[in-house]
């Protein structure tokens, strides 16, 4: 962690790390850049991940916001929104007595964008994107990525679905409000709702481009893990962030397509009068042609996707922690093998639990008995996984950066919203508990809360090797526990709904005596959400201001990690190390060792003969 | 109005502004904070941080833990399964006890490891003077604490799988249920009950139109008893059926109280099935019970009914359909099977009630099995009835006033503006003359009438002649004729007004009167 140990660092690799000629290839005119190939069509993989880190994160501002709107019309049913009319235009509307209220179709618009963005442009796009991009080719030390034209190719088909989704929100008919689930028929038929007619098409259009990106990207990731990791980087000396990442770059690949054979089966249902998922349906005054179709076709496509899905969103979240646990406890991750193990059995198994979701939709309660006992076993590597973090604390030498303080919370919340999972996916206790509010507090924990910690601890930990500087720690500080206490505050009393029986999707309650027992309870989290998300904000603005007067970074390794992401340069160039790439010797996880003289000893730094003794004897 | 928009706007953009302010005064003193650091060394100000961070692991481990519990002990009385909300349902309680078996292991791991989480982070905190172990691996551990997940997981599948595979089971051949029909559609529910037969009739989508809304095809006997009603009621202790079906998109049927749910499905018939235990009435004395039932329903009125008397079990839509998705209510009552046959008294067939005779009716013009039957029973009961008058019988031909001994041959039709019996006719009078042969000494008065359109010299003769082929059909039957009278008495004898369609339809009759028995 000092000017010394930088110098150290840069030795062993120009004396012993492996020449690949790079640089004799890239030399001259051939690879200067110009403003837009440098900063735009980037094919740069630090330049494409914080492409798609600040994409995300202006997703995630709105993604916020919209959930804002429509908790103030569940917080505060009976208050005025007119304020909001010039921001929100045609969907207030004003009575005589001045009482502004949210367009109901529209609070649904609000509600399906939210889901849409939040998981498919923050949490897929902003997280894998963004590290996937990052970490991959430093730390299996690659120059770049294996095709760095598809990866450039791979942000921009995220920004034209960006782009697309984007101008959805402004359409008169207004977006797509079916649920971010689009389920048919209604996300099918414009007749049974206006967001189903030009909302819907371009929900469909821009889906398509983001799952052109997500493959583009997860070819490269595959490949690169596999075919260009440096001289002694074996499988098992990765890091746990990448193992995290390859695993979820192959759920992608395998899970993506058949969402979007779904969309194309929707596609045609909607434009070309085909039946595959509608059948006997009267609705708006007509029986309409279409016959011996399914809803339940649908789901099941969309749902092989959205399982995986979820595990494309927090395997990165964990492999993320995992390695900020590790570095900050001055600690190897607790059983490194037991935790592959388990990130490839929970994407194994992630692909047969699908029909989770739809054990109340109509299917054949036989086949639920599969999907339930699938679903209760991935429960088992997911606590296995918890068990090693928390050892991964025990007896360590604990600092406690914003990172760290985010990596301690992601497991808080993991096991918080992974334990109520284990309800929901027994089919019997689902009677009851699906499509209420104890469904909705869970995701939420765990995609809402522990997934964006991951993101926040990958954020604080690695802004220094996307920018050179720091982010400021005491904002950090602060944005780590109003969040950590008000995410438990607005998502904890959802359970309470839920067990109630209050059902999500309710634009209000008091339709039902049954469901209209907590109005003050829907005021507190609204309050909790509105102090969250402020907290959010002085995340972005610390963001921002540190890109450019932020601390700066004075050494190679400020965290005294031990993976080949801090030998680079503090301002990395083009091929990432500017002579040979490092040669590994070790696994990822040389903290604390008993006889070292630093509580770290990097992946490049050669074995001492006793460790080489040692190795020889196991 | 513009004025208090411009007041709200400003207001939102001073909050904003605020927000702002507040952001940059916490970036400043953060700021401060660096510098103080590196004043301070950043040793010391580390092992300081690290105190009070590791102090705050410990009371935020506290805090939620006590938080959680105390809130859900707060909460508890409103939530299925405590309190009051016991199931309502014979399955329901497995299900509640299925969910407590799961909040047994799933609660202790949730304390156990955030204690561990946290107090090993306050333990072992960066302070002077620590070091960290390189503690890397152990198999042992990684084999209980993967052993120990997968013997409770295994446990929790068995028994809720057990208890899955028993409620969502269809009813068997013998069993005795009652079913019904729920159809959602944007945004209600119509209900469908079977009727006397316990049959629901077929439907076809194709069929649905403004006073068809189910589109039940009328063709199909089964449908003529089925009833639409407004509330969901219910015998306690008997086993339903739910059909569950959608018209339009996906809706979904969710009895919160009875711990039941399906997707509704246009074109895929689901079901639900389920037995009521507990009666509405007891459901309110149960909530009686609690304080937080207990109150006005109207806080604002403290003498509106109590929150406990109000209660109804509802019916809720448990699937994003639409703008409103969230108002698709229904009542439900459970009720003494006694009150229940008592209810299923005052339900009207939707058939009868809304589409017979009309141009929608494709029995229209036809007579129905039921009917003939129904006919039948009304003429054996009419005479039984006047049987019974005794010597009550009027003997006086002349009596205007509808009296016992007068009773409507309202099947007898004639094709329109002639005096020919239609097919259809000989039901009814194949009766009449059953009936005349179990009462060999009764003798009838046959009466022709009609509406006052027209000439009533004209119309005094058709309905004299209309008289006399119903004496002749049943001579044809085998009675003797002169236990028989005919009479047509034109549009003297008007039982209805003749201002209006109905009343001179009713006007145009035919009749029978016993004049001796």
């Known amino acids: 962690m000092s000017a010394a140990q930088d110098q150290e660092t840069d030795v062993l690799i120009r004396e012993q790390g492996y020449n690949d000629h790079f640089h004799e290839e890239h030399h001259g005119d051939k690879y200067q850049s110009n403003f837009i190939t440098h900063y735009i069509f980037s094919q740069d993989h630090k330049i494409i991940a914080r492409q798609f880190l600040i994409t995300g994160i202006f997703w995630a501002i709105i993604g916020a916001s919209m959930s804002i709107i429509f908790r103030l019309q569940l917080g505060f ?323 406690f950066t914003s990172a760290m303080l985010f990596a301690i919370g992601f497991v808080s919340m993991f096991i918080s919203g992974g334990l109520t999972g284990i309800f929901l996916g027994n089919s019997a206790l689902d009677i009851q508990l699906h499509d209420t509010y104890f469904v909705v507090a869970h995701f939420h924990i765990v995609m809402g809360i522990a997934a964006f910690f991951g993101m926040f601890a990958g954020v604080y930990n690695w802004f220094p090797r996307m920018y050179g500087r720091f982010m400021n720690e005491t904002m950090g500080r602060i944005h780590f526990w109003i969040t950590m206490i008000g995410a438990y505050a607005i998502f904890w009393p959802m359970h309470y709904m839920g067990m109630a029986g209050v059902p999500r999707r309710y634009y209000r309650f008091d339709t039902f005596d049954a469901f209209n027992q907590f109005a003050g309870l829907n005021q507190f989290i609204t309050i909790a959400a509105i102090i969250v998300f402020a907290a959010q904000i002085l995340f972005v603005f610390n963001f921002f201001y540190s890109i450019w007067y932020g601390k700066k970074m004075t050494t190679q390794n400020p965290w005294g990690s031990n993976t080949l992401e801090w030998t680079v340069p503090i301002h990395p160039g083009h091929g990432n190390w500017p002579g040979n790439i490092p040669t590994v010797h070790r696994w990822a996880y040389d903290y604390s060792k008993e006889d070292s003289d630093k509580d770290f000893i990097q992946q490049h730094i050669p074995l001492t003969e006793k460790e080489k003794a040692e190795q020889a004897n196991h | 109005m513009y004025d208090e928009i411009n007041v709200q706007t400003m207001t939102t953009v001073i909050i904003l502004l605020s927000i702002v302010l507040l952001v940059i005064v916490i970036m400043q003193v953060s ?137 969502m089971a269809d009813v068997k051949a013998n069993d005795a249920y009652v079913e019904i029909e729920a159809t959602g559609y944007q945004f209600a529910w119509h209900l469908r009950y079977p009727g006397a037969d316990g049959l629901l009739g077929s439907r076809d989508f194709k069929k649905i139109s403004g006073d068809n809304p189910l589109g039940q095809d009328w063709t199909d006997p089964k449908n003529f008893d089925d009833f639409h009603p407004d509330e969901m009621w219910l015998p306690v202790g008997k086993k339903v059926r739910v059909r569950i079906i959608a018209r339009d998109v996906l809706h979904s049927f969710f009895l919160p109280h009875f711990r039941v749910k399906m997707d509704a499905v246009p074109g895929l018939p689901t079901y639900f099935v389920f037995t009521p ?93 039921f009917e003939i039957k129904a006919n039948r029973e009304a003429l054996n009961t009419a005479i039984e009835s006047a049987e019974k008058a005794g010597s009550g019988v009027n003997a006086n031909y002349g009596a205007v006033a509808a009296d016992i001994n007068t009773i409507p041959l309202n099947y007898v039709q004639f094709e329109t503006g002639a005096s020919t019996l239609t097919e259809d006719s000989k039901y009814q009078l194949n009766d009449l003359a059953d009936d005349l042969k179990k009462y060999p000494l009764m003798k009838i008065e046959i009466s022709g009438h009609t509406d006052d359109v027209g000439d009533p010299a004209a119309n005094k003769i058709l309905s004299q002649q209309r008289a006399d082929n119903v004496k002749a059909y049943l001579v044809a039957q085998g009675i003797t004729a002169a236990r028989m009278t005919a009479v047509g008495y034109g549009s003297s004898k008007p039982i209805d007004t003749s201002n209006t369609d109905e009343g001179r339809q009713k006007n145009r009759r035919t009749e029978f009167k016993i004049t001796a028995l």
């Open chain 2, 277 to 369: 235990t507990k009666t509405t009435e007891e459901y309110r004395n149960e909530l009686r019970n609690y304080p937080e039932y207990n109150v006005p329903k109207d806080p604002a009125d403290p003498e509106s009914k109590m929150l406990w008397e109000d209660f109804n079990y509802e019916l809720a839509c448990a699937e994003l359909c639409g703008k409103s998705h969230y108002s698709m209510r229904r009542i439900v009552r459970v009720v003494s099977e006694d009150e229940y046959k008592v209810w299923l008294t005052k339900q009207h067939s939707y058939y009868l009630s809304a589409i017979r005779g009309k141009d929608s009716d494709p029995n229209k013009g036809k007579l129905l099995d």
């Open chain 1, 77 to 399: 049913p009976e208050h005025s929104m007119a304020w909001l009319k010039p921001i929100l235009g045609k969907w207030i509307t004003i009575n005589d007595a001045g009482m502004g209220s949210l367009n109901p179709e529209f609070y649904y618009a609000l509600v399906t964008m939210h889901g849409t963005i939040i998981v498919f442009f923050v949490l897929t796009a902003g997280l894998s994107g963004t590290f996937a991009n990052l970490l991959i080719p430093f730390q299996c030390g690659a120059r770049d990525m294996a095709s760095p034209f598809l990866n450039m190719l791979s942000y921009w088909f995220f920004f034209l679905a960006s782009v697309t989704m984007f101008f959805s929100l402004f359409l008169s008919t207004g977006p797509f409000a079916g649920g971010w689930t689009a389920y048919p028929p209604l996300s099918a038929l414009k007749e049974a709702s206006d967001g189903s007619g030009a909302g819907m098409t371009l929900w469909l259009v821009s889906l398509t481009f983001f799952v052109v990106s997500v493959l583009l990207g997860g070819i490269n990731y595959v490949t690169t893990v596999l075919n260009l990791r440096t001289k002694g980087m074996s499988l098992w000396r990765l890091p746990l962030t990448v193992w995290a990442l390859l695993v979820t770059a192959i759920l992608g690949i395998l899970s993506f397509p058949v969402l979007v054979s779904g969309f194309f089966l929707l596609m045609f249902d909607r434009g070309m009068g085909t039946s595959f998922y509608l059948s006997e349906i009267f609705v708006n005054g007509h029986a309409l042609e279409n016959v011996g179709g399914s809803p339940i076709l649908y789901q099941h496509l969309f749902w092989f996707l959205g399982h995986p899905e979820v595990y494309i969103i927090i395997l990165p979240a964990m492999g993320l922690t995992s390695e900020v646990l590790s570095v900050h406890s001055r600690k190897p991750i607790f059983g490194y093998k037991a935790m592959v193990y388990s990130i490839l059995a929970i994407g194994f198994l992630s692909f047969i639990v699908w029909a989770h979701h739809m054990f109340m939709s109509g299917v054949n309660p036989f086949i639920s008995n599969f999907f339930v006992i699938f679903t209760l076993i991935i429960a088992v590597p997911s606590a296995v996984k918890v068990f090693n973090w928390i050892s991964t604390l025990y007896k360590g030498n604990i600092r």
């Open chain 2, 31 to 167: 700021k401060l904070s660096d510098l103080y650091a590196r004043i301070r060394g950043e040793e010391a100000v580390e092992d300081r941080l690290n105190r009070n961070q590791g102090m705050a692991m410990l009371l935020f481990m506290v805090g939620l833990l006590v938080l959680c519990v105390v809130s859900a002990w707060w909460w508890k009385d409103y939530m299925m399964g405590y309190g009051p909300h016991k199931a309502a349902s014979a399955h329901g309680d497995t299900l509640d006890r299925l969910f407590n078996t799961t909040l047994l292991p799933t609660g202790i791991v949730f304390v156990i490891t955030h204690i561990a989480l946290f107090y090993f982070a306050w333990r072992y905190k960066k302070v002077k003077g620590s070091k960290g172990k390189h503690w890397a691996h152990n198999n042992t551990l990684e084999v209980v604490w993967s052993a120990i997940p997968a013997v409770v997981m295994t446990y929790l599948v068995i028994k809720g799988l057990l208890a899955w595979n028993s409620v």
